[in-house]
């Protein structure tokens, strides 16, 4: 189980490509989900208030048509319903015809119904006629024919409801307006169907709803080809950034195989040019002395002490290039003592004036730090020597607030110059600097003109180190 997960986990694991891809594509895709659901949302009430606002408007003028309808009524039977008893049975009976006859449109028509709930006028629906339907609802529960008697005794007013329709037969929803012969106890009323205004806005709630499964899937085809192009452009960078960084890497080993080659030549050259000569010059002189021994000469001592002096000097040749690999004071002392001994050993083998300032570090700069100001002034003090020409060296370390800082001025003629009388230079150094300050998250800074060089490294406070048992001073002294 545990090798499945791990199996899981080696399979889900994201390279740094298709990270930098989902960092740019998920915020565009839930950007765009969120923009499409908003929109969505927003049109669909937009919609529904503007169709319910149109469904009231037709109904509205629905009902306004029975009102004009119910005064039609009550205009063409006024005159007999205002001269009759309420117990005329004869001007009930014209009445009734009157409102039998008034039929209007396919389906509309008059009603009536006593307060008891017995059904007078229903001249589309005649087996209405003469029977009670006190109590009767419609499909859906909604009471009908009591409902329309308790309106009509308030005076009068509107009722929905479902109701058969004439022209077919079929159950559609109704609008009812109803009012009341009190002195005959009768409830009046005319109907209209509102099947077809139903049927209207729901096919306009089907328009919108399709609008926006349109709108919805435009936006999503426009999402999801931006991902495709945000896809295909990090695809293009990553494969050229990947190609500049193959081709950056093959440069940086080949530089480090040079400069190891050339190390490598250097060491050999001090060894065979200083060493080996040295040691040359040793056995001559031990050979000498022995013969002279073995013959009683007495000069044989001279020869032994010229052997030995010789061998100091092979001594001092070893201690002065394993300095130059790796500074033990750096270690022991700390960077200024370290500096300043490269100073001084570069003025005595130079002959140039060399001028050295520092303030005491008291070994405060963390390892990097300390290994890469050396090696950059090594490299420095390696190009005045090779190409500016200069006469004099200054070369400057101290700390501030920012962290450390080291200078190098010479009076030469100038990196431009030196590269036009110096083929052989070829930047390399400067390069090797740059590169161990980025490492350290500092920074290089190179100005030359024709009247001298100057150089000057920045390391940041992170990578110095608090004085042991002290707190943290504000003033930083280095």
Same mark, same amino acid.
């Given at each position: ?18 990270? &930098? !891809?989902?960092? *740019?594509?998920?915020?565009? @895709?839930? +950007?765009?989900?969120?923009? /499409?659901?908003?929109? =969505? ?38 005159? &007999? !319903?205002?001269? *009759?008893?309420?117990?005329? @049975?004869? +001007?009930?009976?014209?009445? /009734?015809?009157?409102? =039998? ?50 309106i009509a005794r308030q ?71 931006a991902v495709l192009l ?142 890469a100001l050396y090696r ?103």
């Open positions: 189980m545990r090798a499945r997960l791990g199996a899981l986990r080696q399979a889900i694991r994201l390279n740094y490509g298709q990270k &930098i !891809y989902l960092i *740019a594509t998920l915020p565009l @895709v839930f +950007a765009a989900t969120a923009i /499409a659901l908003l929109v =969505a949302h927003q049109s669909r009430e937009l919609a529904q208030r503007e169709i319910a606002g149109l469904e009231a408007q037709l109904i509205s003028v629905k009902k306004e048509e029975l009102r004009n309808y119910i005064s039609l009524a009550r205009t063409a039977f006024g005159g &007999i !319903y205002g001269n *009759a008893l309420p117990d005329d @049975v004869q +001007a009930k009976k014209e009445v /009734a015809q009157i409102l =039998a006859a008034m039929l209007y449109g396919q389906d509309g028509y008059f009603f009536v119904y006593d307060y008891d709930g017995n059904n007078i006028v229903a001249p589309r629906q005649t087996w209405l006629i003469n029977r009670n339907w006190a109590g009767l609802g419609d499909p859906q529960g909604t009471p009908v024919v009591d409902e329309l008697i308790r005076g009068g007013g509107y009722h929905s409801y479902v109701w058969p329709k004439p022209s077919t037969g079929k159950d559609a929803q109704m609008i009812s307006y109803v009012v009341g012969l009190q002195d005959w106890r009768w409830a009046v009323g005319t109907g209209v169907f509102v099947d077809d205004i139903l049927a209207s806005v729901a096919a306009a709630r089907a328009e919108t709803e399709d609008r926006i499964g349109r709108t919805f899937r435009w936006i999503a085809a426009i999402a999801v080809g945000v896809f295909t452009s990090g695809m293009s960078i990553t494969i050229r950034e990947r190609r500049l960084a193959d081709a950056k890497l093959k440069k940086l080993t080949q530089r480090i195989i040079d400069t190891q080659e050339e190390e490598r030549g250097r060491v050999a050259r001090e060894l065979h040019d200083s060493i080996s000569q040295i040691l040359v010059a040793v056995r001559y002189a031990l050979e000498l002395a022995r013969r002279r021994l073995s013959l009683g000469d007495a000069r044989a001592g001279e020869s032994l002490s010229a052997g030995i002096d010789s061998l100091n000097g092979a001594i001092g040749e070893v201690r002065r290039i394993s300095r130059d690999l790796r500074p033990g004071v750096l270690d022991d002392l700390g960077l200024g003592p370290a500096l300043q001994t490269l100073m001084e050993d570069f003025g005595k083998r130079t002959g140039m004036e060399t001028d050295f300032e520092t303030v005491v570090f008291r070994n405060r700069l963390d390892q990097d730090a300390k290994i950059i002034a090594q490299e420095a003090l390696t190009n005045v020597e090779k190409h500016s020409g200069a006469t004099k060296v200054r070369l400057l370390v101290r700390g501030h607030k920012q962290g450390a800082m080291m200078r190098i001025e010479d009076n030469g003629r100038g990196i431009a110059a030196s590269r036009e009388s110096d083929a052989a230079d070829g930047g390399l150094g400067l390069r090797n600097m740059t590169e161990r300050m980025e490492q350290l998250n500092g920074s290089l800074r190179v100005l030359s003109s024709r009247t001298g060089t100057v150089i000057e490294a920045q390391v940041p406070l992170s990578h110095m180190l608090q004085p042991a048992g002290q707190a943290p001073k504000k003033k930083d002294s280095a």
